[in-house]
């Protein structure tokens, strides 16, 4: 069964709970027979606005929202889960793309409407800072080393549509996004800190897009219809992610070369598709880790890693501790 909302007046219509902490900060949460949402929101300084989303389902979902007028610029990164948004007809934007947990993104999407895409029982948590490009303004420098996109939406902030996958969500970021989390103060401090959070996250970013801004570029010599196979094989990935396809049985089944696969899979998504399948096998037996009590040889099965020690070996690569560790921190 699949569930369909409108945005604005079914969330209204089930969000029961609203609470306004003070002036700048609030919560909203959203109960109903086929699952949970909740959604809390900080207005900080320099037209910066932080959400922390959290949804789980027990049904599948399609959301349609509608985004508002303004060019504002959106930095997206998924902790947990992900979510396939269908955008028709919108120059300059994929038709149907995915996020996915462990990447983050970059997007302004003005008057746009959009279908949210939620996979039933799964856990999706994401974190998205609201920013406008005359923030960068703000500061007295030049930007010679701004992607050429941003620097245009800097010295003219106009209505232009484009969303943009940014690659692998680095482990500094991450620890940001912990902390993002966790902020231990209250009050003016909580916003200080956030803040401070919140423009080094938007620092590193800017940085990623940077680095990888020819890699980026190339990845236009792909026509529409071959980047909207590569997002098929990045689903099915998803699918099936405990035994997936080879690379050969992948290409064949999306009707694309493996040279093409793999070159548009890092061009498109910052990673190979080996890196890819790694990264969410890991992130999911994270979960497992700290949310079941299946014991570590079960969880490395069941991501799909026959090898206990192999998959140690690759968690500690990964997150810089063992699965033993992560799952029993230092004092507990």
């Not at 990888?212 to 980047?227: G, T």
């Not at 396809?245 to 061009?267: T, Y």
């Not at 998959?311 to 699965?323: D, H, I, N």
């Amino acid at each position: 069964m699949t569930i369909r909302l409108t945005g604005t007046e079914d969330f209204g219509e089930f969000c029961k709970d609203v609470q306004l902490f003070n002036d700048y900060e609030g919560k909203s949460q959203l109960s109903t027979w086929f699952g949970q949402s909740s959604h809390r929101w900080t207005v900080l300084r320099h037209n910066l606005g932080l959400s922390i989303c959290d949804n789980e389902y027990s049904e599948a979902v399609i959301m349609k929202q509608k985004h508002d007028n303004l060019p504002e610029l959106t930095s997206k990164f998924f902790l947990s889960g992900g979510v396939r948004t269908v955008t028709p007809n919108v120059p300059g934007v994929s038709d149907d793309y995915e996020e996915v947990v462990g990447y983050n993104y970059l997007f302004c999407l003005p008057d746009v409407q959009e279908f949210e895409h939620f996979t039933a029982n799964q856990q999706d948590q994401n974190i998205k800072i609201y920013w406008n490009a005359d923030l960068l303004s703000s500061f007295q420098s030049s930007f010679d080393q701004l992607p050429a996109l941003l620097e245009q939406l800097k010295e003219n902030p106009m209505k232009q549509r484009f969303h943009q996958p940014l690659g692998v969500t680095t482990p500094t970021m991450q620890l940001l996004l912990k902390q993002i989390l966790q902020c231990p103060f209250r009050e003016t401090l909580r916003l200080m800190y956030l803040e401070a959070k919140v423009l080094e996250l938007l620092v590193l970013q800017i940085a990623q897009w940077g680095e990888n801004h020819h890699p980026l570029q190339r990845s236009l010599y792909f026509r529409a219809d071959e980047i909207e196979r590569l997002h098929h094989a990045k689903a099915i990935l998803n699918q099936r992610l405990p035994h997936p396809p080879s690379l050969l049985n992948l290409a064949k089944e999306i009707g694309l070369n493996d040279f093409k696969l793999k070159r548009g899979f890092r061009e498109v998504f910052g990673t190979t598709v080996l890196g890819y399948v790694q990264s969410l096998r890991l992130e999911q037996a994270k979960q497992l880790l700290r949310g079941t009590n299946l014991l570590i040889a079960q969880i490395a099965y069941q991501v799909g890693y026959e090898s206990t020690s192999h998959f140690s070996y690759l968690f500690k690569r990964q997150f810089g501790m063992t699965p033993r560790e992560y799952r029993q921190p230092k004092g507990l």
